[in-house]
Every structure is written in structure tokens, then in C-alpha cells.
Nanobody
Framework: QVQLVESGGGLVQPGGSLRLSCAAS??????MGWYRQAPGKQRELVAV???????NYADSVKGRFTISGDNAKNTVYLQMNSLKSEDTAVYYC?????????????WGQGTQVTLPS
């Protein structure tokens, strides 16, 4: 059973920084990354990174957030700088891997990031 454990959320002032971490109990994921869900909104992609190091970011976070991964530790990080009030959300770690043509998706429990409005 794969588990994704997030850490690093909290309360921060606008313009501040936070670093989220996600440690996976499994290995050999094709992609890991972060999604977020703000109150009353749908869950949305923030940033993902493939096992080969290719990254993809939401337009709203480009230039402010940086995703990185450590394949040896099965861990993914999200460095968030220049945070804005609209970044307030629950941030979910995500991973998927494919085995014999079957895709498996995994989600963490989420970590809250809060900025005063």
C-alpha cells in the first residue's frame, strides 16, 4: 500500500515562503507532484515532475514555485516563494505509476497553506 505523507504547510504572510515535502512509501513513480484545492473551488494542478525531471507548472505559480524531486528518497518538494493570498488552499501530494499497462494514482491527505486575505 503506497502512502504519501506531506509536511511543511502552515500560516504565512503574503510575500513569504514555504517549502512543502512529500515522502512516498513506494518507489518507481512515473510522475509526482502537487495539486491544491481552495474553499469552494475544484482541485487544480500546481506542479508536477516526471521521473526524468521534466516539470509542468500552473500559469498562476510560474516564476514563484519550484518543484524538485529526489528519486532515491521517493520524495518531492515544492518551494513556494512570493506567496499570495490566492495561494491559500489545501495542497495535496500526488503520484502515479504504470504497471503492465495499468495506471495507479495515489494521493496524500493534504497539508493546509493559509495566507491572510
Amino acid at each position: 500500500q503506497v502512502q504519501l505523507v506531506e509536511s511543511g504547510g502552515g500560516l504565512v504572510q503574503p510575500g513569504g515562503s514555504l517549502r512543502l515535502s512529500c515522502a512516498a512509501s513506494g518507489s518507481n513513480f512515473n510522475t509526482m507532484g502537487w495539486y491544491r484545492q481552495a474553499p469552494g473551488k475544484q482541485r487544480e494542478l500546481v506542479a508536477v515532475i516526471s521521473s526524468g525531471g521534466n516539470t509542468n507548472y500552473a500559469d498562476s505559480v510560474k516564476g514563484r514555485f519550484t518543484i524538485s524531486g529526489d528519486n532515491a528518497k521517493n520524495t518531492v518538494y515544492l518551494q513556494m516563494n512570493s506567496l499570495k493570498s490566492e495561494d491559500t488552499a489545501v495542497y495535496y501530494c500526488y503520484a502515479f505509476r504504470q504497471r503492465n499497462g495499468v495506471r495507479f494514482d495515489f494521493w496524500g491527505q493534504g497539508t493546509q497553506v493559509t495566507l491572510p486575505s
